[in-house]
């Protein structure tokens, strides 16, 4: 029984982001038989804001931005998700994105809820300037929609450490002085200096390496020798692949946006690394590895792939030419339901974006617990405490999984939404 087999095939057209999370919706909703009530709140979003804001640029004349929030659900806590800055962003991928966070919180048992925003530019188009006017500006448009107990944003695609660190800076300035310190976790994902947390840049792919940890423990497989391959090198993808590689297993293939590099011998993670800071982010051109059609990334023949890129990345016509026996999604949403089907019908596991990098928003939780509480924790007591709620996680999905005969996704959908339903319940809905 799986998730995507209670989807009714549409036409073959390629659907988006929104379309794919509402069928992975519906057909769980079907799956725990949730009740129509709260099936009915769950399947729309609480709040969608979209802003048109001004900003000077370096040469004085003045740029238009168009920024998004959505705030999905708040049954379980206040609203969580990252801002990401990225030319593709529109409301339909922000919904869905917002949604994915809201699983995503529900099945780490956290106290939150869903929301996921962004502005619609190419950030390599600006400079360092231009990049913290447009932040502050749009944080200041954002306003009182967002707050430290009502939606804390966190980095996502093409935000760091000091973008979070400018919306902080100018969230607390629009405070009282005697109150600005109370709002310092008005976003995670902080620099270090800034109350940030010791480790949150390796916490999303350190849960990524995790989960496949725990998968390769479940079927007694060593992951010394292991091949895999990478979409996306940045935090999530280049941590993922550098904990990986600690264990012994090898990358042979790494896409990014600048194109795909293969070496059936190996890629020294870290040397790859080291290489981008100098090639503008870039794995093209890195020595001892051969360029690759953009095409014909996932068909490299590996033994785990690991999307940690965008969104629809894994579809109908290129699912069928994956070798690997496991997909871990590092990314939100990197597979359609059709090619989802299409992995699972070949016996291909696949560990769900809500859980597999679920560890990004979990990090992001103990940040805003050590802001909140004035508490300072050490980076191996960090790790330590991410494991141990990835490894609760991952046994509950995997039982779940073979107690009721389903694949992970549908597992982890299943416990997810069961906890937003039984929150409906015990509460009630006003009035």
């Known amino acids: ?35 129509p009530n709260i099936r009915k709140i769950l399947a729309v979003t609480n ?16 740029e238009i931005f168009k920024g998004y929030r959505v705030q999905h659900n708040n049954a379980l806590g206040p609203y969580k998700g990252g801002l990401r800055y990225h030319p593709t962003i529109d409301i339909d991928s922000v919904k869905a994105l917002a949604m994915w966070m809201t ?14 925003g962004g502005i619609q530019m190419d950030p390599t188009k600006y400079s360092q300037s231009e990049l913290e006017r447009i932040t502050r500006r749009f944080t200041y448009a954002l306003g009182e929609n967002i707050g430290p107990e009502h939606d804390i944003p966190a980095p996502d695609v093409n935000t760091n450490a000091q973008t979070m660190a400018w919306i902080a800076d100018t969230y607390m300035s629009t405070k009282a ?36 940890k725990y998968w ?17 090198f940045g935090n999530v993808g280049y941590w993922a692949a550098h904990f990986l590689e600690k264990d012994g297993a090898k990358m042979v293939g790494v896409q990014d946006a600048y194109g795909t590099i293969s070496n059936e011998e190996g890629i020294s993670v870290d040397h790859l690394f080291e290489f981008t800071k100098n090639n503008k982010g870039a794995v093209v051109g890195f020595p001892d590895s051969t360029a690759v059609v953009k095409e014909d990334f996932f068909g490299i023949d590996c033994d785990i792939c690991i999307p940690a890129a965008l969104g629809n990345q894994i579809t109908e016509d290129n699912a069928a030419s994956i070798k690997a026996t496991l997909v871990a999604e590092g990314a939100n949403g990197p597979t359609t339901v059709e090619a989802e089907q299409i992995l699972l019908d070949r016996g291909i596991t696949i560990i769900p ?52 005969n389903l694949d992970m996704r549908s597992a982890a959908y299943f416990i997810a939404i069961e906890r937003i339903e039984k929150a409906y319940i015990q509460r009630g809905i006003f009035p």
Not at 104 to 115: H, I, Q, V
């Open 103 to 116: 699983w995503k919180t529900s099945l780490a048992g956290l106290p939150y809820g869903g929301a996921k």
């Open 47 to 62: 709040n969608e804001l979209i802003i048109h804001f001004p900003v000077r640029m370096d040469n004085g004349e003045v």
């Open 353 to 404: 974006d809500i859980l597999c990098n679920s560890g990004g928003v979990i990090g992001s939780y103990f940040e805003w617990l050590q802001n909140r509480n004035g508490e300072l924790w050490e980076l191996e007591e960090i790790l330590a405490r991410i494991d141990k709620k990835i490894r609760e996680v991952f046994r509950r999905v995997l039982k779940a999984s073979e107690d009721k």
């Open 1 to 35: 029984m799986t998730l995507t087999k209670k989807v009714k095939k549409k036409e073959q057209a390629k659907q988006g982001m929104f379309e794919n999370v509402m069928k992975q919706f519906n057909a769980a909703a079907d799956m725990v038989e949730l009740n």
């Open 216 to 232: 390769a423990e479940s079927k007694q497989v060593d992951l010394k020798g292991k091949r895999f391959i990478v979409q996306g």
């Open 177 to 212: 002085p005697s109150e600005r310190s109370k709002n310092q976790h008005v976003v995670t994902g902080k620099p270090i200096g800034s109350g940030g947390l010791e480790g949150r840049d390796r916490a999303t792919g350190f849960g990524v390496y995790l989960t496949i």
